[in-house]
């Protein structure tokens, strides 16, 4: 089984799934580390240098390797994976689809440090200005996040329960 952590930047994607990979002994892949991996080169460089077109189509090819190798797997994709050359319709006919909503504040916190690795944020200068923009973008991709199987709302619960939710839902044999 494949389970996919979707949701905006900074929602806490990667740091939950290792942790829900750890506790279920899984694999984990985190797809922009991925794809820096396969790149020799930071997301950040990837944009830069050959536009996000072709980001978008490496991380497509990235997503169907995952889901060829069959294995038990939580993957955390990137923000705007979902969101390119049908890819909510492959995570959703190949696994198990998770949506992450964090709060709009929460994540502006989170991303205010972390700007520079982060190419979409990185000339972002005020934590209003991170805001404004993880707004926008979150109104670009809802349409897209509103189609996983499932919506975890996290109205300031613990990581811990978070973990707790997410194990419940995959060892509670989940049909896909």
Known sequence: MIVFLCGMMGSGKSSLGKKIASKMHWDFIDLDILIEEEEKKTISEIFKNSGEN????????????????????????????????????????????????????????????????????????????IKEFISAKMQERIFFYKQCKIILEDHNISDETLINSIHHYISSDYKI
């Open 54 to 129: 072709y980001f978008r189509n490496i991380e497509t090819q990235e997503l169907q390797k995952i889901i060829l190798s069959k294995k038990n797997v939580i993957v955390a994709l990137g923000g705007g994976t979902p969101c390119f050359n049908n890819n909510m319709e492959l995570i959703n006919k190949n696994g198990l689809s998770i949506f992450l909503n964090v709060e709009l504040n929460k994540i502006a916190n989170r991303l205010l440090n972390a700007k520079t690795t982060r190419p979409l944020i990185a000339e972002l200068e005020s934590y209003l200005k």
